[in-house]
């Protein structure tokens, strides 16, 4: 039913977490999809260990260095599952993180235009990551996030089949492009999620991780964070939103030409 899909770069000392918490589910209708980015340490060793000891299916390669964006983008090729997860290699599930997702899921399969299911991203302590809207769930695009109160980092598991017609763009020489400029333009195409309040997975905000680095890496790449801000401004994304996104911009624009005089 579910990949799960972790791309990697010097992590050996943190998957050990992750295969843990995934040989804990209560659901093993799922198989492990690592893509690894050009590690230089021992994360080859140690996933090949796992493979004949896990009781799920693990796939696992190996890449030249080229960012999360492209590692996304090879993971969707050698994906099986019908449904694609991305779990970061510092971050673990819940428990019943597939088990929930699967019932989930089972809920929107007769129904089209639905692009995938969203839970919860929780602290380590269980609270919740963001803002939610009240009830059990609710059908929204990405793009409405703002409208029902969805806030913060958010557990999306989007149909493999539709996120790989929205490949993440690859530009030359930069290495990474926000994955909100691909669920936009999923947005965009009419599909929404099924956003259902319950914490299925555990974020850890390392300070060498994405969300610790989201400015330089903004302004390191700069043509990937453009077009994310430009099809935002010609999306159906409220205008204070609008102004928020665009304002940013600027800000780091002015940045980066000081840094470089």
């Not at 010097?10 to 659901?27: E, F, G, I, V």
């Not at 991780?209 to 409220?238: F, I, P, Q």
């Amino acid at each position: 039913m579910i990949t799960v899909f972790t791309p990697t770069y010097n992590r050996a000392n943190l998957l050990p977490d992750l295969y843990d918490s995934l040989k804990r589910q209560t659901c093993k209708d799922f198989e492990w999809v690592i893509v690894d980015d050009g590690s230089t340490d021992d994360t080859g060793k140690l996933v090949n260990g796992w493979l004949s000891q896990a009781d799920f299916s693990i796939c696992y390669t190996k890449k030249e260095n080229g960012g999360k964006q492209r590692a996304v983008n090879l993971g969707l090729q050698l994906a099986k599952g019908e449904y694609f997860f991305i779990v970061d290699s510092d971050d673990v599930l819940t428990d019943n993180a597939i088990e929930t997702a699967v019932k989930w899921i089972d809920t929107i399969k007769a129904k089209e235009n639905f692009g995938g299911v969203a839970g919860l991203k929780g602290y380590k302590d269980g609270s919740a990551i963001g803002s939610s809207f009240e009830g059990e769930y609710i059908d929204a695009t990405t793009l409405e996030r703002p409208k029902y109160n969805i806030t913060g980092d958010k557990a999306e598991i989007f149909s493999t089949e539709v996120l790989r017609k929205f490949p993440f763009p690859e530009f030359d020489g930069e290495k990474f492009v926000p994955e909100a400029l691909v669920y936009n333009r999923i947005a965009r195409a009419g599909y929404k999620l099924r956003w259902f309040n319950g914490v299925i997975y555990i974020a850890d905000y390392l300070p060498d991780g994405y969300s610790a680095n989201t400015d330089r890496l903004l302004m390191a790449n700069w043509k990937g964070y453009s077009l994310y801000v430009k099809e935002v401004m010609s999306s159906s994304m409220a205008f204070k939103n609008k102004v928020l996104i665009g304002g940013a911009w600027c800000l780091r624009g002015v940045k980066r030409i000081c840094r470089k005089h």
